[in-house]
């Protein structure tokens, strides 16, 4: 059974810091990348940072570019999102997502493009 479990999040105020898990099982977590997903209030979907299966390569949307890290420790199945510099607007329910395919990044909030996900955890910035 797939499982990608979240934690970590919470109320902060704006300029402090928050990481976020994504704990995952019964998938070869090495052999897929994974990405962060969020959804403000009133809002879509929006593609927050992926990273590749082994880690080494990121990428990340403009609006959180230099604030936020993502990362994994494949040794324990579990992806990161570390954000720091927090602003109001960043906050949000946030979702860990699993692409589908093996091996490939997806920076994109389709949905389709992914087939599990997070339960989702909400994130408040504000004073």
């Known amino acids: 059974e797939v499982q990608v479990v979240e934690s970590g999040g919470g109320l902060v105020q704006p300029g402090g810091s928050l990481r976020l898990s994504c704990a995952a099982s019964g998938f070869t977590f090495s052999s897929y990348a994974m990405s962060w997903v969020r959804q403000a209030p009133g809002k879509g979907l929006e593609w927050v940072s992926a990273?590749?299966?082994?880690?080494?390569?990121?990428i990340y949307a403009d609006s959180v570019k230099d604030r936020f890290t993502i990362s994994r420790d494949n040794a324990k199945n579990t992806l990161y999102l570390q954000m720091n510099s927090l602003k109001p607007e960043d906050t949000a329910v946030y979702y860990c997502a699993k692409p589908k395919k093996t091996f490939t990044v997806v920076a994109g909030s389709r949905v389709g493009e992914y087939d599990y996900w997070s339960q989702g955890t909400q994130v408040t910035v504000s004073s």
């Open positions: 990273i590749n299966s082994g880690g080494g390569s990121t």
